[in-house]
């Protein structure tokens, strides 16, 4: 990989992004102003990566230069340490520089939808769902991005029977699209009197959010209905059709958004949801091509199928497909998931 030239292009991409953000009529279209900053902050990365690269190199230079011209062998020594040490610090850095210009899954850099159900296991998967989403709002709040609820169902325990949200930010799906799959909880529930360990599952599909011109979705494919808005809670949103249901004929998917006030921003909302599962159906059909025996995304919620288990009992985290374990359940629930993330990253990427 050429890095310079990829550099030197991306430090003009730089340049022209700050100059449309200085346009006042950029702020006019707050979608388009959403994604010129979004591309600008992939961009200033990149720079602030080419920047720390160049610095390491130069370090690396003048460390050289001291081993062969320093006569002191205690000092060699010391140069010699900080050489190796400086080394692991460039191909660290060459790596996450090619991540960026060179992704191997195009769809990382885009934004993401969640969607978590409660699977087996009845309030308690329900109460679990409102955990796992509280540990990925942590854990975007410590990578600096955005958590906004989209539409939710609670039972009277303060669980969630189901929770879509978006999570917007810098490269978000390429961190999280390995949280796709079943997520098994061990534990003696808070409802369980003789103090035997049930065991729950909940399901999380990641989906990248689609854009309009990712998916072509025709007017007459789509059979919209306004109705009153159901659930726990009794607030006043329930007493007017602003819940939105929107049925997409050929393929029966069918998304309900109901926790806005307005029929329009539902509307919105079931819509952006709609166009991210069509982009992972199609993305998913692409997959099934190259490989027929791959199975879907989630599988069926049952406590056999499962992609990672929570042991409150053991205090441990297992991750079936890396076959590794963490400790210290209450800090990973808080959203400390960056090295498990990392992990899914480096083996399963």
């Known amino acids: 990989m050429d890095l310079p030239f990829h550099l030197k292009k991306n430090q003009q991409q730089l340049t022209d992004l700050a100059n449309q953000l200085q346009q006042p009529e950029i702020f006019n279209d707050q ?49 010699a340490e900080e050489l190796t040490e400086v080394k692991k610090q460039i191909l660290s850095t060459e790596s996450d520089l090619t991540e960026l210009l060179e992704p191997t899954d195009p769809l990382d850099a885009k934004n993401t939808i969640v969607e978590i ?74 409802t369980e009197k003789n103090g035997r360990v049930h065991t729950s599952t909940i399901t999380v599909a990641v989906l990248p959010e689609a854009a309009s011109v990712d998916i072509d979705i025709k007017q007459e494919d789509l059979k919209i209905e306004a109705t009153t808005a159901s659930g726990h809670g009794g607030q006043s949103v329930n007493t007017t059709y602003s819940a939105i249901r929107i049925v997409h004929l050929p393929t029966g998917l069918t998304v309900i958004c109901q926790d806005e006030r307005s029929q329009k921003q539902n509307k919105e909302k079931a819509m952006a949801v709609l166009r991210s599962r069509l982009l992972a159906r199609q993305i998913e059909e692409q997959r099934q091509v190259r490989d027929s025996s791959r199975r879907a995304q989630i599988g069926s919620a049952d406590r056999s199928e499962k992609i990672r288990t929570y042991n409150f009992p053991q205090d441990r985290l297992t991750d079936h497909r890396l076959k590794m374990n963490w400790h210290d359940l209450p800090v990973i629930m808080d959203g400390q998931i960056e090295e498990i993330v990392n992990e899914c990253k480096k083996i399963l990427g």
Do not use: C
């Not at 720079?47 to 050289?64: F, I, M, P, R, S």
């Not at 958590?147 to 169902?153: F, P």
């Not at 879509?164 to 390995?178: A, D, M, N, P």
């Open 117 to 190: 159900r409660a699977g087996a296991g009845g309030d308690e998967a329900a109460l679990f769902s409102a955990e796992i989403f509280r540990m990925y709002s942590r854990f975007a709040e410590r990578k600096s991005w955005q958590a906004k609820i989209m539409s939710s169902s609670r039972n009277e325990l303060g669980g969630y029977k189901e929770i879509i949200f978006e999570i917007t930010g810098q490269r978000v799906y390429s961190y999280l699209k390995y949280e796709s799959g079943v997520h098994r909880v061990q534990r003696v529930p808070a």
């Open 31 to 79: 979608n388009k102003l959403a994604n010129v900053n979004r591309a600008y902050s992939e961009a200033k990365e990149i720079a602030d990566l080419g920047d720390k690269l160049n610095h390491l190199l130069e370090q690396q230079t003048n460390l050289q230069n001291s081993l062969q011209n320093e006569n002191d062998a205690e000092l060699r020594e010391l140069a």
